[in-house]
C-alpha cells in the first residue's frame, strides 16, 4: 500500500509540475500580462442569471482547455488571461451551448449579457420542466435523480433503490424490478462488490449522497450483458467536470443510532481531472422474525421469535485519475476500497406446544455473529473519439477482491453450544471493449467483447460442545469448503437505423459460461459448460416531438449464483433452515414491451405493456425434511427453505408513471405497476401451480413552501400476492422530508423520517401438505428519523452533467 501511495504523491507533483508551466498561446510570451475576460450569463426566457454555468477558455490551436471558471449567484464571471486567439464555450445543464470562436483578446474583454436557450432535443430525451423533475424520462429507460429526493438523505443505497419507480425491496433486502427478483445491479454500466451479487447487505455500504441517479433498464440491448431477467438497474456515481476545485460535505445523525459523514472532491485543471468520494457510516438497526407453525399430522405448535439489532460501521473511497491525453483520447483510472464490520445480536425464543395449547419445551438461543469485509477494486478504462461524431472505441479493465469474515458463538439457555466460522474471499476480473461506427447521418453498427471472470472460496465450519468433555468438537458433517468458478466470454454486434419518425436498433449476442463446482468435503466435483444466444429488437416510432410509441423484445437468463448453489445448510434456526441446490441450472426469459410516451401540457405520461415468458424458473420451496432436533426432551420436526427449478411463468403486466408541475414549486410524481403471474410447475411429486395478481403504487409529492422549504411527501403501497405455498399481505409506508437551503445556497440541511406511521411489516403465511407457517418480518425494525447537514463549495446544488466516466453512459 506504502508504494501506492507513493505513486500517487509522485503522481500529483508531476501534474502540479505540468500545469503549473507556461500555457501557449499565439502572441503570449513568458509570464505575459494577464488580460480580463468577463460577462454575465442568463436565461433567455426568465432572463434569470444562470448561477453554476460552465465558461471554458479553449486554445483556438490546439482546441484544449486552457481554464475556466463558473458563474457567481448573479450570473458574472470572470477570467484572467493571456493575449492570444482563444475560442469560448459556456454550458449549463439542459441548455444549448454558446460559443465564440477565433477571438483574439489583447486588451481586456467584456461579452456583455450572454443568453442561454433550452435545448429541445435534449427536453425531447430528459423531461425538464423549469427546474429537472425528479424523475427524468428516455425513451428506453427511467431515470431517477438522487439528489433530488430528501426522503433518503443519509441513508444507503438500499434506501435509494426502494424509492426508485418500478423498483422494490422486499423484507430481506431482495430487490425486485417490476416484481421479478431477478434484477441486475451494475456501478457505472460495470459489475461492482459495492453492491454486490451475493449479499444485500452490501448495498448498505455506499451513502445516498455518493449517488447521482439510478437507470432503470427495462429493455436492454445487445450491448448489455444478458444476466437479468427482469432488467437492468444501473447505478451512476457522483462527479464533477468543473473546473477548478469543488465539492461537498455531508453529515447526517439520527435514530434509531445512526451517523455518517460523506465528503466528495473533484479537481480540474487543464487536461486532468482528480476526484475522490469518502465515506464514513454507523448505524443501528433493530429487527424481528416471528413464525407460528401448526404441523397438521399432530396439530403440535411451533412458536419462534428472533429480535436482533444489526449493528454496521465502515468507510468507502473512491479515488480516480482521468486524463485527457488530446481532444480524441482519455483515460481514466480509478480505486475503489471499502473496510466494514458489524455484529448482529440475536436472540432466538422458541416455545413449543401440543394440540391443547399445553407447553412442551422452551429454548432461548442466543446468536451475537461478528462480521467483517474488506472489497479493493481498481478500474481503467480508454477511450478514443474518431474524428467522425460518435465514432469511438472504448476499453474496460477492473480487478476487485473481497472477503466477507463471519463468526458466531451460539448459547443455548445459558451454555456456549456452538462455534461457527464462516470466510469468504471472492475475486473477479472484468474485460470489456466496445467499437461503434456511424453510417451516414442516421445509422450506426455497434460491436464488442466482454469477459467475467468471478473465483469464490466458501470455508464454512462448524464447532459442537461435547457434553461429556466440555471440549468444542468440529463437526465434519456440516464444517465443508465451496468452490466456485464462473466464467463468462460474451460478444455482441448491433445495427441501428432512423428513417424518417421510425428509428429501429437490432442486435445478436452470444454467452458462453463455463461453471465449476468443487466440494472438497464430499468429493463432489462437477464442470458445466453452456452457450447461449440472445437477440434483442428495439423499435421506437414518433408520432410527433411529444409523442411516440417503442416496442422491445429480448432473451435473457439467471444464472444460480454461489449461494444458491451451496449444499450445506445455515444454523440460523435450529428448526428453521436455508440450504442451497447445487443442481440448479439458468432461468431463460423472453420478455415484450410495448411502451408509450406522451408530454402535454404540464403532465408527462410513460406507460409499458410487458410480458414475460420464463422456462427453469427458480422459486424458494419449504418443506419438512424428515430429520428432528431434541429440545428439552421434544423432537421438533426441521423445516427447510431452498431455491428449485420447479416452473414455466407467463408474466403480464402495466406499468405507467405520471408526472405533473404546475409550477416551479410543485412537483408530483406517482409509479403504478400491475401484472398477473401464472405459475406451472410440479417438483418432487407437488403441484406449484399458482396464478397471482397483484400490484403496486408510489406517489411523490415535492412542494416548495413558505420560507423555501421544500416539502416531500413518498407514499408506497405493496398489494398482496400468492403462490402454491406463499400467501403474503400487503405493506404500506410512508417517508417525509422536509429541507432548507443555507448560506446562499451553498449549504442544506435536510430532517426525513422514514416509515412515518411505523407499518412497513412483512406479514405472511406458508401452507404445505405437512405444515401451516404464519410469518412476521421487519428487517428495517422501527420508525427512524435523520437529519442532514451539506455544505457545497464551488459547487451545483444540483447534479452535475453525466459524466461518461466508466461507462456511465452506456447508452446507444
Do not use: C
Amino acid at each position: 500500500m506504502y508504494k501506492f501511495l507513493l505513486g500517487i504523491i509522485s503522481y500529483l507533483f508531476f501534474i502540479s509540475y505540468v500545469t503549473a508551466q507556461p500555457l501557449p498561446s499565439e502572441e503570449a510570451e513568458y509570464n505575459p500580462k494577464k488580460m480580463t475576460l468577463t460577462g454575465t450569463v442568463i436565461d433567455r426566457e426568465t432572463q434569470q442569471p444562470l448561477e453554476y454555468a460552465t465558461v471554458s477558455l479553449y486554445s483556438h490551436e490546439n482546441k484544449k482547455v486552457i481554464d475556466g471558471t463558473i458563474t457567481d449567484i448573479n450570473g458574472f464571471f470572470e477570467l484572467k488571461v493571456a493575449k492570444g486567439i482563444y475560442d469560448v464555450k459556456v454550458e449549463y445543464i439542459s441548455y444549448k451551448p454558446y460559443q465564440l470562436f477565433n477571438q483574439k483578446i489583447v486588451a481586456d474583454l467584456d461579452l456583455g449579457v450572454i443568453n442561454l436557450d433550452l435545448d429541445i432535443a435534449t427536453l425531447d430525451a430528459v423531461e425538464v420542466i423549469a427546474e429537472r423533475t425528479t424523475v427524468e424520462v428516455r425513451l428506453d429507460k427511467k431515470i431517477y435523480n438522487v439528489g433530488k429526493d430528501l426522503t433518503v438523505r443519509g441513508g444507503n443505497v438500499s434506501d435509494v433503490l426502494d424509492n426508485v419507480p418500478s423498483v422494490s425491496v422486499d423484507a430481506e433486502g431482495n430487490i425486485a424490478l417490476r416484481g421479478n427478483d431477478n434484477v441486475r445491479i451494475l456501478i457505472n454500466g460495470k459489475p461492482s462488490g459495492l453492491v454486490g451479487l451475493e449479499s444485500s447487505d452490501a448495498l448498505k455500504q455506499l451513502p445516498a449522497e455518493a449517488i447521482e441517479k439510478v437507470e432503470v433498464i427495462t429493455s436492454p440491448s445487445a450491448r448489455y450483458e444478458a444476466e437479468g431477467t427482469a432488467g437492468i438497474l444501473n447505478i451512476i456515481l457522483r462527479r464533477s467536470k468543473l473546473q477548478g476545485l469543488n465539492g461537498a460535505l455531508t453529515t447526517n445523525v439520527g435514530h434509531p443510532d445512526q451517523a455518517g459523514i460523506s465528503g466528495n472532491i473533484n479537481f480540474r485543471t487543464g487536461d486532468i481531472n482528480l476526484f475522490n468520494t469518502l465515506s464514513y457510516r454507523y448505524n443501528e438497526s433493530p429487527g424481528l422474525w416471528y413464525t407460528y407453525t401448526t404441523f397438521k399430522r399432530n396439530g403440535n405448535i411451533s412458536d419462534e421469535k428472533r429480535d436482533w439489532i444489526e449493528t454496521t460501521k465502515g468507510f468507502t473511497n473512491n479515488f480516480g485519475v482521468e486524463w485527457y491525453i488530446n481532444e480524441t483520447s482519455s483515460i481514466t483510472t480509478a480505486m475503489v476500497y471499502s473496510d466494514n464490520s458489524g455484529d448482529n445480536n440475536s436472540t432466538n425464543l422458541l416455545l413449543q406446544y401440543d394440540s391443547n395449547g399445553n407447553l412442551l419445551s422452551e429454548n432461548l438461543r442466543l446468536d451475537p455473529e461478528l462480521r467483517d469485509s474488506k472489497n479493493i477494486q481498481y478500474s481503467f478504462n480508454y477511450t478514443k473519439n474518431f474524428q467522425n461524431d460518435g465514432h469511438t472505441l472504448t476499453f474496460d479493465f477492473q480487478f476487485e477482491d473481497n472477503n466477507n469474515d463471519q463468526y458466531s458463538l451460539i448459547n443455548v439457555d445459558g451454555i456456549d453450544t456452538d462455534i461457527l466460522t464462516q470466510l469468504v474471499d471472492n475475486s473477479k476480473i472484468f474485460l470489456r471493449t466496445d467499437y461503434v461506427l456511424p453510417i451516414g447521418e442516421d445509422s450506426q453498427f455497434e460491436m464488442g467483447y466482454r469477459g467475467d471472470f468471478d473465483e469464490s472460496v466458501t470455508d464454512y465450519k462448524v464447532e459442537l460442545l461435547n457434553e461429556n468433555t466440555g471440549v468444542f468438537e468440529i463437526d465434519t458433517g456440516l464444517t465443508n469448503v465451496f468452490n466456485f468458478r464462473n466464467y463468462i466470454h460474451a460478444a455482441y454486434a448491433q445495427f441501428g437505423s432512423k428513417i424518417n419518425k421510425f428509428s429501429y436498433l437490432v442486435g445478436l449476442r452470444m454467452e458462453n459460461t463455463q461453471l465449476t463446482l468443487d466440494q472438497p468435503t464430499s468429493g463432489d466435483f462437477e464442470k458445466r459448460n453452456f452457450t447461449g444466444l440472445f437477440p434483442t429488437i428495439n423499435l421506437t416510432y414518433e408520432f410527433n416531438e411529444d409523442e411516440n410509441l417503442t416496442f422491445g423484445y429480448n432473451r435473457r437468463l439467471r444464472r444460480p449464483w454461489s449461494f444458491f448453489l451451496n449444499p450445506y445448510p445455515s444454523r440460523s434456526s435450529l428448526t428453521n433452515i436455508f440450504q442451497g441446490n447445487p443442481g440448479l441450472i439458468p432461468t431463460y426469459t423472453g420478455s415484450f414491451d410495448l411502451g408509450y410516451l406522451n408530454r402535454f401540457n404540464k403532465f408527462v405520461l410513460t406507460s409499458s405493456l410487458y410480458y414475460q415468458h420464463s422456462i427453469n424458473v427458480i422459486k424458494f420451496i419449504s418443506r419438512e425434511t424428515g430429520e428432528t432436533v431434541d429440545i428439552d426432551g421434544q423432537d421438533i420436526p426441521v423445516i427447510q427453505r431452498g431455491p428449485a427449478n420447479i416452473a414455466t411463468e407467463n408474466r403480464y403486466g402495466l406499468e405507467f408513471n405520471l408526472s405533473y408541475s404546475p409550477n416551479r414549486k410543485w412537483r408530483v410524481n406517482t409509479d403504478f405497476n400491475v401484472y398477473n403471474s401464472i405459475i406451472d410447475g410440479n417438483f418432487e411429486d407437488t403441484n406449484f401451480d399458482s396464478e397471482n395478481l397483484t400490484w403496486g403504487i408510489r406517489l411523490n409529492n415535492k412542494l416548495t413552501l413558505p420560507g423555501k422549504i421544500d416539502w416531500q411527501t413518498s407514499l408506497n403501497y405493496r398489494g398482496p400476492s400468492e403462490d402454491a405455498q406463499n400467501r403474503r399481505d400487503g405493506v404500506f409506508s410512508t417517508n417525509l422530508a422536509f429541507s432548507k437551503d443555507l448560506f446562499k445556497e451553498k449549504a442544506s440541511i435536510a430532517f426525513n423520517i422514514n416509515d412515518l406511521f411505523d407499518s412497513r411489516s412483512y406479514n405472511g403465511t406458508v401452507e404445505t401438505e405437512d405444515f401451516i407457517n404464519e410469518r412476521e418480518l421487519r428487517f428495517r425494525g422501527v420508525r427512524s428519523y435523520n437529519l442532514s447537514f451539506t455544505y457545497r463549495f464551488n459547487q451545483k446544488k444540483k447534479p452535475q452533467r453525466p459524466s461518461n466516466f466508466g461507462g456511465g453512459d452506456i447508452e446507444m
